[in-house]
T-cell receptor, first 111, second 113 residues
């Protein structure tokens, strides 16, 4: 299984962009990068996913390096409600589908 | 509205008792999952099911059991064999095709006293 590495915590000022890094150096060519977030005591929420190209939706942008060994989730204008744990996940390719969640990055958005 | 529902949100049980956590989805998803989350940690996979009447052990299946008699339902039983059952339990579902997002329930916080 491709493993991901994320910093345990980050701070961001409200209204500024939050850039959350993720390393996945053992990712294979057909594995996707997913991002989820979890607000305290709630279920994780899907944010975005991508394979090679950069992706953008109404919540965030995903920048994947050309060698695909790392990626960055960008929240363009962080709000206090974006304070959460953000999980970077590489999808396991097998006969069964499983999502492995690591420890994630706790993003603290401060006023 | 479509969604995935876990009940109850909070559950208390005495040590040595089995307890069953409910997970229901009306999204017509084939795959369903159970995760456990301990304070300050990520999610760990307990069991998953790709199709009705079939399920597979995850990384920490010992002390747990599941059933998948209906597509919509994937209940998890925490047995007395589980040494540290107090945790936050999350159920998820997704379409069984590749690279689709998973939808999570709001979780059940189980406390064993």
């Amino acid at each position: 299984d491709a493993k991901t590495t994320q910093p345990p915590s980050m701070d961001c000022a409200e209204g500024r962009a939050a850039n959350l890094p993720c390393n996945h150096s053992t990712i294979s060519g057909n594995e996707y990068v997913y991002w989820y977030r979890q607000i305290h005591s709630q279920g994780p929420q899907y944010i975005i996913h991508g394979l090679k190209n950069n992706e953008t939706n109404e919540m965030a942008s995903l920048i994947i390096t050309e060698d695909r060994k790392s990626s960055t989730l960008i929240l363009p204008h962080a709000t206090l409600r974006d304070t959460a744990v953000y999980y970077c996940i590489v999808r396991v390719l097998a006969n069964f589908n499983k999502f492995y969640f690591g420890s994630g990055t706790k993003l603290n958005v401060k006023p | 509205d479509g969604g995935i529902t876990q009940s109850p949100k909070y559950l208390f049980r005495k040590e040595g008792q089995n307890v069953t956590l409910s997970c229901e989805q009306n999204l017509n998803h084939d795959a369903m999952y159970w995760y456990r989350q301990d304070p300050g940690q990520g999610l760990r996979l307990i069991y998953y099911s790709q199709i009705v009447n079939d399920f597979q052990k995850g990384d920490i299946a010992e002390g747990y059991s599941v059933s998948r008699e209906k597509k919509e339902s994937f209940p998890l039983t925490v047995t007395s064999a589980q040494k540290n059952p107090t945790a936050f339990y999350l159920c998820a579902s997704r379409i069984s095709q590749m690279n689709t997002e998973a939808f999570f329930g709001q979780g059940t916080r189980l406390t064993v006293v």
